[in-house]
C-alpha cells in the first residue's frame, strides 16, 4: 500500500487520520478551505456541463453491483451473473440496465481495464436499449484529490504511469468520472455508492453536479474538494445505512419519499456474508467484498417490477 504521494497541503491533516480499516477508510473529518459544507453549490461560475438526468425509466430488468475496486476477474464475474455479458465479454444483456455503485478505483491492480470494460459495455448496452450506467465513489473522488493511500504498486503504474496528472480534476481520466453522477433513481429505486440521507436528498441534482464540474477541471483543483468528498454524511461517505442496526426506518422513509423512490441500494460497507436488506426491504446493502483483496462472494441484486432478489454467481 502506498502512502500519500504529493498530497495537497490543506487536505493532507485532515486525510492522514483516516487509516485503512479494512474497508472503513474515513473522509476528511473537516472540509478544507474554499468548500462550503453545508450548502452544496451546482457548479462554480463559467462551468458548461450540462446536468445529467437523474432519472432513468423503469426498466423490465435493472441489475445493481457493488465496489469492484480493481479486480476485473471480480467485475466479469458479477455482470455474467447478472446476465450483462457472456464469457467472451460480450453483451447479451438485451434491454437490461446495469448500474455499478462506484469504487471502481483502489485496492487491486486492474482499474483501467475495469473501467474500459465498463465504457464499451454502456456503448454495446445502449445498441439493444439496455443500459450501463456507473456512478462515482468515495475513491474515485479521492484519487481525484491527490489522495493514493489505497492504490497497489499495480496501480501506481496504470494510467499511462502518470496517476496524478491523470485523476486531478481536468485530467484525462476524471473528465471521464464526470460524465457519470453520484446518485441514480432508477424506476422506483435510489442507487448510490454509499446511501441518501434525508438531508442530502433535496440536493441531489445539485451534489451530482457539483462534483461533475469538480472532476471535470472546471470547480478547481484537487485542494478545493466537492462536497461529497468532505462531508462523512454525503451520499459517498455516510456507513448509517450500511451499519447492521444503525439504520432509523423512519427517517429511511423520508428519505425515499423526498426521492420519490420505493428502495434504496446501498453499496460501500461491505457485507461479510452476502447482500442484506433491512426495513422491509426498503434498503438493500449490495457491497459484498467482491474484489480479490477481500475474497467475498460473487452477488448482485436484481429488482424487476416490485420485487428483488439476489443473483449469485462463481469466478
Given at each position: 500500500m502506498l502512502?500519500?504521494?504529493?498530497?495537497?497541503?490543506?487536505?493532507?491533516?485532515?486525510?492522514?487520520?483516516?487509516?485503512?480499516?479494512?474497508?472503513?477508510?474515513?473522509?476528511?473529518?473537516?472540509?478544507?478551505?474554499?468548500?462550503t459544507a453545508s450548502a452544496p453549490e451546482p457548479a462554480k461560475t463559467g462551468c458548461t456541463l450540462a446536468p445529467i438526468p437523474l432519472r432513468v425509466p423503469a426498466p423490465k430488468r435493472l441489475v445493481a453491483i457493488g465496489d469492484f475496486h480493481g479486480d476485473l476477474g471480480g467485475a466479469r464475474a458479477a455482470l455474467r451473473a447478472a446476465g450483462a455479458i457472456d464469457e467472451a465479454d460480450k453483451w447479451i444483456?438485451?434491454?437490461?440496465?446495469?448500474?455499478?455503485?462506484?469504487?471502481?478505483?483502489?485496492?487491486?491492480?486492474?482499474?483501467?481495464?475495469?473501467?474500459?470494460?465498463?465504457?464499451?459495455?454502456?456503448?454495446?448496452?445502449?445498441?439493444?436499449g439496455g443500459a450501463v450506467i456507473q456512478l462515482n465513489g468515495n475513491h474515485e473522488l479521492m484519487n481525484a484529490a491527490g489522495d493514493f493511500r489505497y492504490v497497489t504498486p499495480g496501480g501506481a503504474r496504470d494510467f499511462g504511469g502518470d496517476r496524478p496528472r491523470a485523476l486531478a480534476p481536468g485530467g484525462e481520466q476524471a473528465k471521464k468520472f464526470a460524465a457519470h453522477n453520484i446518485?441514480?433513481?432508477?424506476?422506483?429505486?435510489?442507487?448510490?455508492?454509499?446511501?441518501?440521507?434525508?438531508?442530502?436528498?433535496p440536493r441531489v441534482d445539485e451534489t451530482n453536479l457539483a462534483a461533475r464540474c469538480w472532476l471535470d477541471g472546471q470547480a478547481g483543483g484537487p485542494r478545493d474538494g466537492t462536497p461529497a468528498l468532505v462531508n462523512d454524511d454525503s451520499p459517498v461517505w455516510?456507513?448509517?445505512?450500511?451499519?447492521?442496526?444503525?439504520?432509523?426506518?423512519?427517517e429511511l422513509d423520508k428519505a425515499l419519499a423526498q426521492l420519490g423512490a420505493k428502495r434504496m441500494v446501498v453499496a460501500h460497507?461491505?457485507?461479510?456474508?452476502?447482500?442484506?436488506?433491512?426495513?422491509?426491504?426498503?434498503?438493500?446493502?449490495?457491497d459484498v467484498g467482491l474484489a480479490k483483496l477481500y475474497g467475498g462472494p460473487i452477488e448482485v441484486l436484481e429488482v424487476a417490477g416490485d420485487s428483488a432478489r439476489v443473483l449469485r454467481g462463481s469466478r
Open positions: 502512502v500519500e504521494r504529493g498530497l495537497p497541503a490543506a487536505l493532507t491533516a485532515a486525510l492522514i487520520c483516516a487509516c485503512d480499516r479494512g474497508h472503513h477508510e474515513s473522509p476528511p473529518p473537516s472540509p478544507p478551505p474554499q468548500v444483456g438485451g434491454d437490461l440496465v446495469v448500474v455499478q455503485t462506484g469504487d471502481v478505483l483502489d485496492r487491486g491492480d486492474d482499474e483501467s481495464k475495469i473501467l474500459a470494460l465498463l465504457e464499451r459495455l454502456a456503448t454495446d448496452a445502449k445498441a439493444t446518485v441514480a433513481i432508477v424506476g422506483d429505486t435510489v442507487l448510490s455508492h454509499a446511501g441518501v440521507l434525508a438531508s442530502w436528498a455516510t456507513r448509517v445505512y450500511g451499519t447492521e442496526g444503525a439504520v432509523d426506518c423512519a460497507t461491505v457485507q461479510e456474508h452476502g447482500i442484506t436488506n433491512a426495513c422491509d426491504g426498503k434498503l438493500w446493502r449490495i
